[in-house]
C-alpha cells in the first residue's frame, strides 16, 4: 500500500505551479455546461481544487458567483492571475463552509484525498452545499491507492467503492459516469465522473 504523504503531492504543485498552470488546457466544456444547466443564474459555486483557474475562469464567464480554492498557494496565486479575483488556500480537511455553496465543482481534485479520510472530507462539502445543491467530481479509477510518474498521490477508487463512500456521507442522486481519457502525466486513464445532490 502506498503511504497517502499529500505534503509530496503539495510538493510537486509548489514546485511545477507555473508550468502546470499554464499549459494549454481547454476546459471539459461538455461537463461544465451539464454542471451549469443544473445551476440558477448567478449561483453560488465552489470551484474546489482549482488548479490554474482555468475551470474557474469558464464558470465565471456562465455568469455564476464562483470561490475558487486550492490546497497550492502557488497555484492560487497563478490562478488569481488568470482569473483576476482572490483565491482561497484551503485543503481539503480544512473546509468548514456552512450552506454557503450552490454548486461545487471538484473536477480533478478529490483524487487527491487519501482513502481513509474521504469519506470526511465528502461530509465537510456536503455541509458546505446548501439542500438540493448538486457536485460534480471525477477520479481516476482503480482498485488501489497509488502514485503517479511524478510521485502524486492518487486514491484510484472503483465506481463501486467511490459510489459506497457517498452513499455512507449522506449523498443522494449518486450517479458515476466512466469514461476513456488523459491526464497531465500523459497516461490513458479510465475516469469516474460523479454527480450527487444534497438532499436535505
Not at 2 to 12: A, S
Not at 172 to 190: L, Q
Request: aromatic residues 10%; glycine residues 10%; negative net charge.
Amino acid at each position: 500500500m502506498t503511504k497517502p504523504d499529500i505534503d509530496d503531492t503539495l510538493i510537486f504543485y509548489r514546485d511545477n505551479a507555473a508550468t502546470y498552470a499554464g499549459r494549454e488546457r481547454r476546459p471539459p466544456a461538455a461537463r461544465l455546461d451539464a454542471f451549469m444547466r443544473k445551476l440558477a443564474p448567478g449561483a453560488a459555486v465552489l470551484d474546489l481544487g482549482c488548479g490554474g483557474g482555468h475551470d474557474s475562469l469558464a464558470l465565471l464567464q456562465g455568469g455564476l458567483d464562483v470561490t475558487a480554492c486550492d490546497g497550492s498557494a502557488e497555484l492560487a496565486r497563478e490562478a488569481e492571475a488568470r482569473i483576476g479575483r482572490k483565491v482561497d488556500v484551503v485543503r481539503f480537511q480544512e473546509i468548514d463552509w456552512r450552506d454557503r455553496f450552490d454548486g461545487i465543482w471538484a473536477e480533478a481534485s478529490l483524487l487527491h484525498v487519501p482513502r481513509a479520510e474521504l469519506g470526511d472530507v465528502l461530509a465537510r462539502l456536503r455541509h458546505a452545499l446548501r439542500p438540493r445543491s448538486v457536485l460534480h467530481a471525477s477520479f481516476k479509477a482503480g482498485e488501489a491507492e497509488g502514485r503517479d510518474r511524478f510521485g502524486r498521490y492518487f486514491n484510484y477508487p472503483s465506481a463501486a467503492w467511490l459510489r459506497a463512500r457517498f452513499e455512507q456521507a449522506d449523498w443522494s442522486e449518486v450517479g458515476i459516469r466512466e469514461a476513456d481519457g488523459g491526464g497531465y502525466d500523459g497516461e490513458p486513464t479510465r475516469w469516474l465522473y460523479v454527480s450527487a445532490i444534497r438532499a436535505g
